[in-house]
């Protein structure tokens, strides 16, 4: 892992990485505490691992929390150049939206080949986070991110045992996304917009009941799965706070 | 409004009162003075103003917010007697249970208690609000039987700035819900048996854009005071913008 950049603000060190072909950033406390949890952080669809939103509830989480955030770019998005298979699967996607046609089964083809490509990038950037001293392999790890952010996030929890709390958000839901959520354990919480033309209820509500936790909250709120309100980024600070412990 | 007892314990003072036929307990910290926001508690189907489930969450809105609670009798439970309407219904609603119709019997009940209990829960308020202790917005708490006589109370009922209700979610209320626009906090159980995330189609039908849902498995509920303590943030936000 080499670190390309660092720039603080606000108590908040942001120091920017690439690990072989993945780009990612780290934030973390000024004066954080050894060993504080760490939260990886999946961007939505389309964006990139410094999307606004991202990059403010990551600040929460260090300044509230004094947790330490990583988020790193999904194939083909930010930093990352896309492969010829993603330029077909992006211009079918504009071309079916233009279209008024439903884009459900290209996003879901499309979600299920980047996250089974982000899963072993995941894993490998939580084995190099782990190398650094400051975090260490007994920090606790949590995972959190919307759309393409839960796809990832369902498969990689699924199959990472180092994961011990997530925090999932609106997605199209493909069997996969199902299969995976059965084999969670862990506690999660799973943020459903209730109005959201590209993101039915029913399926929402149908991978929440899939999901094995027994310590599960959905959490229910009004618009579209871009408009979440300000005060669930402040439960999803209290939810990781309860599940994976205070820093330091 | 006449107070017919009083005791205090764990910082909080719970004074029972009557108002007509109506029997209520007022919750409100020892030694406070000064006039705070008000919550009015609606408490289950079977159960009353005492019930554990309210004393608890009325002792922690009064310790950690400085709120005065009440809550009251629903017709024909905890201290008041029940009329030949209620006997009736009861009789209905163990009959109801043998034949396997007992949530549409659950369902009339509760509209007959709540009919009731509108005009009882604006009389009450109305008597509270002379009191010294109280002054400020009004919020209303209450899930399955509560959540029926709520939603018929905050439908007509202007004083109230922001409500909790859960568990429930009855079609015979979608016309009040409808009506309602102030912000609302929904508990519901991802694993009810007969109605998963019971209450969804009661949150959909609230007219009000600040309104979450919150569905938890019934187990994830017992001995966690997570979601008390977001119903608390819930008030104390709502409660500061209405200017208290």
Not at chain 1, 58 to 79: L, Q, S
Not at chain 1, 123 to 137: C, K, S, V, Y
Not at chain 1, 221 to 237: F, M, S
Not at chain 2, 7 to 22: I, K, L, P, Q, Y
Request: aromatic share 8%.
């Amino acid at each position: 892992m080499d670190f390309t950049a660092e720039t603080s603000s606000n108590g908040v060190v942001e120091r920017t990485f690439s690990l072989n072909d993945v780009t990612g950033v780290l934030w973390s406390p000024a004066a954080g505490a050894d060993g504080a949890p760490l939260v990886l952080a999946g961007h939505t669809g389309g964006l990139h691992k410094k999307a606004p939103g991202l990059v403010a509830s990551a600040h929460h989480m260090v300044t509230t929390n004094g947790f330490r955030v990583a988020a790193i770019d999904a194939p083909g998005h930010g930093d990352r150049p896309r492969n010829a298979k993603d330029e077909q699967w992006v211009a079918s996607l504009l071309q079916a939206r233009a279209a008024g046609e439903s884009i459900d089964p290209i996003v879901a083809e499309y979600n299920s080949s980047l996250a089974e490509r982000a899963v072993p990038e995941w894993q490998a950037t939580l084995d190099a986070l782990q190398a650094l001293p400051e975090i260490g392999t007994e920090a606790p790890v949590g995972y959190g991110g919307t759309t393409l952010g839960t796809a990832i996030g369902l498969l990689l929890t699924a199959t990472e045992p180092r994961i011990t709390a997530a925090s999932f958000g609106g997605v199209l839901v493909f069997d996969e996304l199902i299969e995976a959520a059965r084999k969670i354990t862990v506690p999660v919480e799973f943020l459903l917009p209730w109005d959201d033309e590209e993101i039915a209820r029913a399926p929402g509500l149908a991978l929440f009941d899939a999901c094995a936790s027994k310590e599960k909250t959905l959490r229910v709120y009004p618009g579209r799965h871009n408009h979440v309100p300000r005060y669930e980024a402040e439960n999803q600070g209290r939810f990781f706070l309860r599940a994976l412990g205070q820093a330091g | 409004m006449q107070f017919t007892s009083e005791t205090s314990s764990d910082g909080v003072v719970e004074r029972g009162f009557t108002t007509g036929e109506v029997t209520g307990l007022l919750w409100s910290p020892v030694g406070h003075s000064d006039p705070a926001p008000l919550v009015l508690m609606g408490h289950g189907g079977g159960q009353h103003k005492r019930a554990p489930g309210i004393l608890s969450r009325a002792y922690h809105f009064v310790t950690t917010c400085g709120f005065a609670v009440a809550a009251i009798d629903a017709p024909g439970h905890g201290d008041r007697q029940r009329t030949p309407e209620d006997e009736q219904q009861i009789a209905g609603l163990r009959q109801a249970q043998a034949s396997g119709d007992f949530l549409d019997a659950v369902v009339r009940y509760n509209a007959s208690l709540s009919a009731r209990a509108v005009p009882e829960w604006q009389a009450t308020l109305d008597a509270l609000e002379k009191l010294p202790d109280v002054e400020g917005p009004v919020g209303y708490w209450g899930v399955a039987l509560g959540t029926a006589i709520g939603v018929a109370l905050t439908a007509v009922e202007p004083r109230i700035v922001a409500a909790v209700f859960g568990l429930i979610g009855p079609e015979s209320l979608t016309d009040a819900a409808a009506r309602i626009t102030i912000p609302i906090q929904f508990l519901a159980q991802s694993d009810a048996p007969d109605d998963p995330h019971s209450g969804t189609g009661l949150y959909d039908a609230f007219a009000s854009t600040d309104k979450s849902l919150i569905s938890n498995p019934a187990a994830h509920y017992r001995g966690r005071p997570f979601e008390l303590e977001s119903s608390t943030r819930f008030f104390l936000e709502h409660f500061s913008t209405a200017g208290a």
